[in-house]
Nanobody
Framework: QVQLVESGGGLVQAGGSLRLSCAAS????????MGWFRQAPGKEREFVAA????????YYPDSVKGRFTISRDNAKNTVFLQMNSLKPEDTAVYYC????????????????????WGQGTQVTVSS
């Protein structure tokens, strides 16, 4: 079992920045790939970023590429999401998730591929 707790959300103006953190406890954090997803009201949960256990590979959708950066500190059991140049359309609840390693790279953006989820943190970007 892995427990995930997100923090760092809040209200920010368009163009601003936020840094989300996700603290993990339980099983060995470094064994898991980590992802960030978000869900806006009335919309499906969507992929935001993912990072492999070694940090060697990182994945982003086009909507956040160049603005968001995922990183992890395995010694501190924490994964981060640095969000810059925020837009009102980035407003959502942001979730951290952990996944047991799988082959290939296309699964990282799939909600059902993740085994553990945090409770989420609200990010609101005002125009």
């Amino acid at each position: 079992q892995v427990q995930l707790v997100e923090s760092g959300g809040g209200l920010v103006q368009a163009g601003g920045s936020l840094r989300l953190s996700c603290a993990a406890s339980g099983r060995t954090f470094s064994n898991y790939a980590m992802g960030w997803f978000r869900q806006a009201p009335g919309k499906e949960r969507e992929f935001v970023a993912a990072i492999t256990w070694s940090s060697l590979n990182k994945y982003y959708p086009d909507s956040v590429k160049g603005r968001f950066t995922i990183s992890r500190d395995n010694a501190k059991n924490t994964v981060f999401l640095q969000m810059n140049s925020l837009k009102p359309e980035d407003t959502a609840v942001y979730y951290c998730a952990a996944a047991r390693p799988k082959s290939g790279s296309s699964w990282y953006k799939t909600v059902n591929a993740y085994d553990y989820w945090g409770q989420g943190t609200q990010v609101t970007v005002s125009s």
